[in-house]
């Protein structure tokens, strides 16, 4: 899954934000990031945007590792607890897949372990390849 990592480096957004994906397979994607001054809101605590765009990339690389193109349709966030630690983790798990949908939960933890936040998201399954993706 190496090269699906290596696509995710092309995620410009995650990356300005300090994102790193650690692991990828088939459904399933693990993805960190340190908290830094530029992660937190007025209150001092990560704001909502960061905390959905780590699940928005652990969720893509997990939908997308098939190796076809998957989009998000749908996508939402609760957030349960204010993040203030020095690292977030974001867990993506498949709950479902059909040939054109598949839904995934994703489960944002701190360096505690505690449940920062839940994402769900849905993606549209296309018929290209991430390989015919790049050559376009």
Do not use: C, W
Not at 44 to 52: D, E, I, N, P
Not at 69 to 92: D, P
């Amino acid at each position: 899954m190496e090269n699906i990592k290596e696509f995710f480096k092309n995620d410009n957004f995650a990356a300005m934000s300090g994102i790193e994906l650690l692991e990828v397979s088939p459904g399933y994607a693990k993805a960190v990031m340190n908290i830094e001054e530029k992660h937190l809101n007025a209150l001092k605590t990560v704001q909502g945007g960061a905390l959905f765009t780590l699940a928005d990339l652990a969720f893509a690389a997990a939908s997308n590792a098939y190796g076809n193109v998957a989009v998000a349709i749908n996508a939402n966030i609760s957030f349960v607890k204010a993040a203030t630690g020095k690292t977030l983790t974001a867990e993506a798990k498949e709950t479902s897949i059909n040939p054109k949908i598949s839904t995934y939960t994703v489960n944002i933890t701190d360096d505690k372990g505690d449940l920062v936040a839940i994402f769900q998201g849905m993606g549209y399954r296309k018929k290209i390849s991430l390989d015919e993706l790049s050559r376009i």
